[in-house]
């Protein structure tokens, strides 16, 4: 009996070892890009074998091989995980490869592949049967799946290893990365290797291998006499500065945090495209903030919320508005579509300026129900609008906020990265600094 996708995506869990062909038959429909990867040429030095999927068969090839011996411990959601990002891990570079001249030889690269396909999946993955959680961990080892051998040429502080953690698992990076590394023919493999066993050590001394940092059992004993909503600050101002860099002890935080941890401005940030339920979601959950509405400014001072008119005029009074609200230790949502990293690293910065606590609520449907709900809306964009949208939409990274929030179609938190108050009417979930696959 043929197995229907829900099916095959479920026996990724166990001891299934499906081929590339039979992956791109199952998958390609969804993720178009699948499609282009015999079209996608690599560079002949660190890919002799070919194109995309011929290298991208090998490094199924290898992983199941892995699979079988030195990684068998890997079962469940994190196999299904870890098979689903090494079919994805390249599929970036079907739009990112281009030719180049490097010292008058033509050569062939991808640059920013990584990053690309993680944000042109967020919104593909979500369509299939799978867990949030799961997806959630193929997007990152995608989006970071160079992240290994980065740290180890760049000699990486500690800190990086905190942040990377908190984003991908790193246990599952490093045997997507063997498997990548066995999947092609290149001239060092032997060096590419060694780089992912340093890589390994580090983590394991570091106390990251396959999970995030833990502050909260380091800095509890010190906290347990005050209240959750102030330990949680302490908790996310730790995790912050010691991925950041800015300390090198958890315990530190208690003392760089103490003047603000009693008294302190939330700014709460929204990323979605225009259809995702920003709105609807933040009426329910947040209804005694100040909102600083971009779409509403642009109506005030141009009389049309999608003209681009006066935009620096505009944006400059949103962040008066901000920084006015942040000096008296207000609550705040800063709603816009903030699709770039850079225009959400604007406002957070101001938010950490004023030792706000910062979340961040990421916005996560299906393109089928993004398009939907849009139509649906009383004031939707263009079809052309939203397309753009989706195309300029950089995957938010965990380090941009102290907290992290990603919500489905349907308004329901499924993700939260950094310490939240159990008590608090606000966020109904916790965790111990970030997510990991059960």
């Known amino acids: 009996m043929t197995m229907n996708r829900a099916e095959w995506l479920h026996a990724l869990c166990h001891t299934s070892t499906p081929t590339i062909d039979e992956c791109i038959d199952v998958l390609g429909g969804d993720i178009e890009w699948l499609l282009d990867l015999k079209n996608t040429e690599q560079d002949g030095e660190w890919h002799a074998e070919g194109n995309v999927h011929i290298h991208t068969g090998m490094v199924l090839d290898e992983l199941y091989r892995l699979l079988a011996d030195d ?22 570079k079907t739009v990112r490869t281009t030719r180049f ?24 993955l979500t ?15 995608v989006g970071e799946h160079h992240a290994p051998k980065r740290l180890m040429l760049k000699n990486a502080p500690k800190s990086s290893f905190y942040s990377l953690a908190r984003q991908a698992d790193t246990e599952l990076l490093y045997w997507l990365e063997i498997a990548d590394i066995k999947g092609r023919i290149c001239s060092d493999p032997d060096i590419q290797l060694q780089h992912l066993e340093e890589f390994r050590l580090f983590a394991q001394e ?10 909260r059992s380091e800095l509890a004993p010190s906290l ?23 300390i090198n002890l958890a315990a530190e935080a208690i003392g760089t945090s103490y003047e603000h941890r009693d008294k302190h401005s939330h700014l709460v940030l929204l990323c979605g495209p225009s259809g995702s339920g920003k709105t609807s979601w933040h009426t329910k959950h947040l209804p005694g903030y100040q909102l600083i509405s971009l779409d509403d400014l642009r109506e005030q001072f141009n009389g049309d919320r999608e003209s681009q008119k006066n935009r620096g005029r505009i944006i400059q009074h949103a962040k008066e508005l901000l920084r006015k609200s942040l000096r008296v230790n207000g609550k705040v949502i800063w709603d816009a579509t903030n699709l770039r990293s ?8 101001l938010g950490r300026d004023y030792h706000a606590l910062v979340t961040l609520v990421v916005f996560l449907s299906s393109e089928d129900d993004i398009y939907s709900n849009n139509r649906k809306r009383k004031r939707s964009v263009a079809s052309a609008v939203l397309e753009k949208q989706l195309s300029s939409f950089q995957f938010p990274l965990l380090h941009e906020a102290h ?6 179609g349907k308004g329901v938190i499924q993700f939260c990265a950094g310490y939240f108050d159990l008590n608090s009417n606000e966020f109904e979930c916790t965790d111990g600094g970030s997510f990991s696959l059960k």
């Open 101 to 124: 001249e490097l010292d008058g030889i033509e050569r062939v690269g991808s640059p920013q592949h990584a990053e690309h396909g993680r944000s042109y999946l967020a919104f593909k």
């Open 342 to 349: 850079d225009f959400r690293s604007i406002v957070s910065g």
């Open 127 to 141: 369509k299939l049967e799978l867990s949030f959680s799961v997806v959630f961990c193929v997007l990152n080892l």
């Open 71 to 92: 990684a068998k411990h890997i079962l469940g959601p994190k196999r299904q995980a870890l098979i689903l990002a090494a079919l994805l891990h390249d599929v970036g």
């Open 206 to 215: 570091y106390a990251v291998w396959g999970r995030p940092l833990d502050v």
């Open 403 to 408: 907290q992290s929030l990603f919500v489905d």
């Open 224 to 246: 347990e006499s005050l209240s959750v909503s102030v330990q949680n600050y302490v908790y996310a101002h730790a995790l912050h500065q010691l991925e950041s860099g800015k």
